[in-house]
């Protein structure tokens, strides 16, 4: 990052109404996830997180574009070429038209022969499967072209506009889910009024980016087929990163139900979930990194990419470490208060995707950076890797220690992946010693971590939590010791002045 810069402030902007989206989103996630599994039953609900793992994999056919398409827009933008802005905005409306369509015909051949033959599924079970996908896919269709409009808005790091729109969206999908419940709704009522509220949304955001780049012209005539050549030769990496990425966080819930049964989907979808929460807890920052990062390689500023290596990775671990340690150390509790009886399997998952997490986020700056700068064929393989190690070894595992076996498929290969290859090779790429890197990103982080540890042992002796909402304000207690900590004993007195002048400007940006 470039300290005190505009791209700063707009980071550090977008990051604090992300986190008032996160808010928003666990806070009613919380309440509604049992709220949920009550209405629709373990096994409907299982069913429910069974299609979406299968839907998931969908994210494969954007093909890696999503942030080439930023990339390409983002350099085109820093020389002032509008044309070429629209060029590549028409060219790939009309490719993620064609995409939504290929989407539509895997989804008609799931519905026909693949959901018939997954195993454990009663004759109801499937006609209902059937039903959501087939709801599911007409959303996606729609929502493909819509992506141009999202990588408009972000090349412009219009990042709190979007967020502000998310929130509505949130907090409207929370009160939809209420309503169709309370009513007797089922599960295809559920996802047909929810799915519709999402396709509603696309329209504002559409409106987003005709607000951030007033000169954004549409037009299937402004196709061009060098763009689209273009932004694929970078974008094939992306798309094998997305796949490797996919493997690794969306293969469980198969593996698991195939092997154990939609009830044990279920129970696995809590740690699962809950860790979920952990990495968009602390990857709010780090997720809109990327379009930052383009910006100071296309303008061949290497002292700003390498402050950005120091610096986010820094603030990564900072949030993945201290999320981390108030999760784990009272994620009994908080399972066995939040869902009920019957969810007990699910607290060792979630201790070994916790740790899954904290590698993720720990991360994102160094993939960023080499994603930014040539690297991305070091990210791909890496990820692919992982993909293909983790499905194998979740296969392996889940026949000795079930569910858990399938999280520790997950974190043994992104251990080995993540830390081993991809650290070094961004230091090396930003010209960042091993040591100094370590030293920035992990020392404060410790020296949160463990007072906040101790905390958390005490609290649970003196004072074991009896309902959820203790649970989660002793959690808060030891975030805030963690973090007092973390500033007094991990930060000098230079960066954490540093660090209040850049939160202040951005809290001036965002209620502006």
């Known amino acids: 990052m470039i300290r005190g810069s ?11 109404t992300r986190y008032v989206l996160l808010a928003v989103n666990i806070g009613t996630g919380i309440f509604l996830m049992p709220f949920t599994v009550r209405h629709l039953g373990k096994a409907q609900y299982g069913l429910w997180m069974l299609v979406a793992s299968t839907t998931y994999y969908f ?40 995409i939504g369509l290929v989407a539509c015909g895997v989804c008609a051949a799931l519905i026909l022969f693949a959901v018939p033959r997954f195993p454990n599924l009663s004759p109801a079970d499937v006609r ?38 998310a ?41 987003s980016a005709w607000r951030m780049f007033p000169q954004l012209d549409i037009r299937p005539s402004r196709f061009s087929r060098a763009e689209w050549r273009q932004v694929t030769t970078f974008s094939t990496y992306l798309f094998v990163v997305a796949l490797g990425s996919q493997i690794s966080f969306n293969v469980d819930n198969l593996v698991v139900g195939a092997s154990l049964g939609t009830a044990a989907v279920a129970v696995y979808a809590v740690a699962a979930r809950l860790s979920e929460y952990q990495r968009r807890v602390c990857d709010q920052f780090s997720g809109m990194l990327f379009p930052v990062v383009v910006g100071l390689g296309a303008r061949g500023d ?125 230091c090396r790429l930003a010209g960042v010693s091993m040591r100094e890197f370590a030293t920035a990103a992990l020392v404060p982080a410790i020296a949160g971590a463990v007072p906040a540890a101790i905390g958390c042992v005490l609290i649970r002796v003196w ?32 960066t954490r002045q540093l660090y209040r002048d850049q939160v202040t400007a951005a809290c001036r940006l965002v209620l502006q």
């Open 463 to 494: 004072l074991p939590p009896a309902s959820t909402l203790v649970v989660v304000i002793d959690g808060a207690v030891v975030g805030l010791l963690y973090l007092v900590a973390a500033g007094i004993a991990g930060l000098d007195r230079s």
């Open 128 to 165: 209902t499967a059937q039903a959501v996908l087939a709801i599911v896919g007409a959303r996606m269709a729609l929502g493909y072209p819509m992506t141009v409009f999202g990588a408009v808005t972000n090349s412009r790091q219009g990042f709190v506009l979007n967020n502000s729109i």
């Open 302 to 426: 290497a002292a700003g990419l390498r402050a950005a290596l120091i610096d986010g990775a820094r603030v990564s671990m900072l949030l993945a470490a201290g999320v981390t340690t108030s999760l784990v150390g009272f994620g009994r509790p908080l399972i066995e208060r939040w869902m009920g009886a019957g969810f007990d399997g699910s607290v060792a998952p979630f201790y070994v995707l916790a740790a899954v997490g904290v590698i993720m986020v720990g991360h994102a700056a160094q993939s960023n950076v080499l994603l930014a700068t040539g690297g991305h064929r070091i990210v791909a393989a890496i990820w692919i890797v992982e993909g293909v190690a983790n499905l194998g070894l979740s296969l392996l595992l889940v026949r000795w220690f079930g569910s858990t076996g399938v999280a520790l498929g997950t974190l043994i290969p992104m251990a080995v992946g993540h830390i081993g290859v991809m650290t070094p090779a961004a």
């Open 167 to 207: 929130i509505v969206l949130v907090a409207l999908n929370a009160i939809v889910t209420y309503v169709v419940l309370t009513a007797g709704g089922g599960l295809i009522a559920l996802v047909a009024w929810t799915t519709g509220l999402s396709a509603a949304g696309y329209g504002a955001y559409a409106w």
């Open 59 to 98: 994210a494969l056919l954007d093909l890696g574009y999503g942030n080439g398409i930023v990339r390409d827009l983002v350099e085109a933008d820093a020389h002032g070429d509008t044309d070429r802005v629209n060029r590549i905005a028409s060219t790939f409306f009309c490719v993620y038209s064609g």
């Open 6 to 16: 505009s791209s700063t402030r707009n980071l550090l902007a977008g990051t604090i």
